[in-house]
């Protein structure tokens, strides 16, 4: 427990260092305020479009630091001792996924009532997609490992990383943004909450091992 402890505190300073919250939301608040104002939607009430704004936003945002999950810790040796250390390598997957759902999605989860303003929702509309969105990201994150070992040793493989990434992003951005749109119409369907949290909870629990065994091929 001491182990994961140090590896988490490790990780989380890493992310700080590399400036991962400060990216990522500003990106999304320039991505927002600049789509928005090219779609016009900006003081309007036009919240599908807004809704479909604001998921992309924070699909594109959750890419940012993504290469950088592994690719350091690989050039580095840092992984090398990672998988050579008394803790599973799956349980450091699981801790770079959760440092990166906290430095990356967490922040612009919180500063969502605030963005959605201008785009014609509610308060109290911004507060219900945040709680969809603190559910939803997860899944996110922890994906978002795979593409990362995928890529791993690439040079410049942003670009693949991408193309791997944001498709399997779909279903859970599509089931999101449905969820939001029913709560804009004032429809709170509790199940939907519940199948979404499920697709999440599957994401965390299988992502890891995935990630794991393309890790471990790559060094075989």
Partial sequence: MKLIYHIFKYEMLFALANK??????????????????GFGQIGESSENTALAIIWIAIALSSLLSIKAMFQDDFEDGTLDLYMLSAASLETIIFLKAFTHWITTNLPIII???????????????????SIVMFIS????????????????????????????????????MIFGMKISILITNSIHDI??????????????????????????????
């Fill in 20 to 37: 991962s919250i400060l990216l990522s939301t500003s990106f999304f608040i320039i991505l927002i305020l600049t789509v928005g104002i």
């Fill in 111 to 129: 500063l969502i009532p605030i963005i959605c303003t201008p785009l014609g929702l509610t308060f109290k509309q911004s507060i219900l997609i």
């Fill in 137 to 172: 990201t997860p899944a996110l994150s922890f994906i978002s490992t795979i593409g990362a070992a995928l890529t791993l040793g690439e040079k410049g493989g942003n670009l693949l990383l991408s193309i791997f990434i944001l498709p399997t992003f779909l279903p859970i």
């Fill in 191 to 220: 199940m939907a909450h519940l199948i979404l949290l499920a697709i999440s909870l599957i994401c965390l629990a299988i992502t890891p091992f995935i990630t794991s065994i393309i890790i471990k091929v790559h060094y075989s």
